[in-house]
């Protein structure tokens, strides 16, 4: 049986989920509501940005994670949900699961110290070639960050190309040498990945499998994941368009 829903209005995606839901538990696919909150930037962008719907106010996201906390969300990582998926097993009341794509140096000014302050675990989708850039995290952050045990890296690829548009050898290459660099200089293994620009299809999907990935996020809305679906996670945007109220409304699932 799936429960009725709390209204929010994701453009009627949520009855797209409710359907969702019916369809795979006539099927007995096993499914588990959780949210995984999509972020960006966190800061004030600058004048000239381009999409300042990416950014959120550094007040706002501190008051968003002291909400978590406070009301005893439990933050769990992205091999945590499809291992539960895989094995049909339940999680935590509450479980929700935070990432964060590109790899900005706000992570490390802003995000970090906040997440540590309240104890919320995150992963972290990093390009390798954007590491070291101006504006994005340095090596050297990112084996602090690491040692925090708080944080989670994923790969974004190498160069955070539309994989689709990649011809084979490229596309394997983006897939595994990103994996490789992260083995090599920060000694992690890593299992999870973040399409960039959330473009993929179903040889991506295969290729994704194929080099060692255990699970996938994707850009599309929505909460709802079944056992099949572990290399396409749907995930829920946070940008600067929202209040705390409505951060409050697309977290509340019931679950
Ligand atoms: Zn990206």
Same mark, same amino acid.
């Given at each position: 049986m799936y429960k009725s829903f709390r209204t929010i209005t994701e453009k009627g995606i949520i009855v797209k989920e409710n359907i969702e839901e019916k369809i795979a538990s006539i099927k007995g696919e096993y499914t588990l509501r959780v949210p995984i909150l999509m972020y960006h930037h966190i800061g004030i962008p600058p004048a000239n940005e381009i999409r300042p719907q990416l950014y959120v106010h550094p007040d706002l996201f501190r008051q968003e994670m002291e909400y978590l906390a406070k009301n005893k969300y439990k933050t769990i990582t992205l091999e945590n949900l499809t291992s539960a998926l895989m094995h049909h097993k339940k999680l935590p009341n509450k479980s929700i699961v935070l990432t964060f794509d590109d790899g900005y140096i706000d992570f490390y000014t802003i995000v970090f110290p906040i997440l540590k302050k309240n104890y919320i675990k995150s992963t972290l989708f990093i390009s390798t070639d954007n590491i070291n850039k101006p504006n994005y995290l340095s090596l050297h952050q %990112? +084996?602090? %960050?690491?040692?925090?045990? &708080?944080?989670?890296?994923?790969?974004?690829?190498? *160069?955070?190309? !539309?994989?689709?548009? @990649? #011809?084979?050898?490229? @596309?394997?290459?983006? $897939?595994?040498? *990103?994996?490789?660099?992260? $083995?090599?200089?920060?000694?992690? +293994?890593?299992?999870?990945?973040?399409?960039?620009?959330?473009?993929?299809? /179903?040889?991506?999907?295969?290729?994704? +499998?194929?080099?060692?990935?255990?699970?996938?996020?994707?850009?599309?809305?929505?909460? %709802?994941?079944?056992?099949?679906?572990?290399?396409? %996670? /749907?995930?829920?945007?946070?940008? #600067?368009?929202?209040?705390? *109220? !409505?951060? &409050?409304?697309?977290?509340?699932?019931? #679950?």
């Open positions: %990112l +084996q602090s %960050l690491l040692k925090s045990k &708080i944080v989670t890296i994923g790969s974004h690829t190498v *160069s955070h190309l !539309d994989l689709t548009r @990649l #011809n084979e050898n490229r @596309l394997v290459f983006e $897939l595994i040498k *990103s994996k490789t660099w992260f $083995l090599n200089k920060l000694k992690v +293994q890593i299992s999870s990945i973040a399409y960039p620009i959330g473009k993929y299809n /179903k040889k991506i999907i295969f290729e994704t +499998q194929k080099s060692g990935y255990t699970n996938a996020v994707i850009t599309n809305y929505g909460y %709802l994941h079944n056992e099949k679906g572990a290399y396409n %996670l /749907k995930r829920i945007r946070i940008g #600067n368009n929202i209040i705390l *109220s !409505d951060f &409050i409304r697309r977290i509340s699932i019931e #679950n």
